[in-house]
């Protein structure tokens, strides 16, 4: 288990976390949890869960080549 604390310039924190799986059927796995702290509504939630999600999905593209 891995840790990364982050404070963005705008004052809002971001916490990523790994975690080792198992191996699947396609070989070893990690989960990669995110956690923004600091929106200030709601609304904010939806266009941070997609630029997170883009920006996990290009890291799994750089890392299985």
């Keep these: ?3 990364v604390r982050l404070t963005l310039e705008n004052g809002q ?3 990523v976390s790994t975690d ?3 191996d699947g059927k396609a070989g070893p ?3 990669v949890t995110i956690t923004h ?4 509504a709601a609304v904010d939630v939806g266009p941070r869960k997609e630029q997170w999600a ?12």
């Design 1 to 3: 288990h891995k840790t």
């Design 13 to 15: 924190r971001v916490l």
């Design 20 to 22: 080792a799986l198992p």
């Design 29 to 31: 796995r990690t989960r």
């Design 37 to 40: 702290r600091g929106l200030t």
């Design 54 to 65: 883009a920006r996990l999905g290009r890291l799994k593209e750089l890392a299985t080549g």
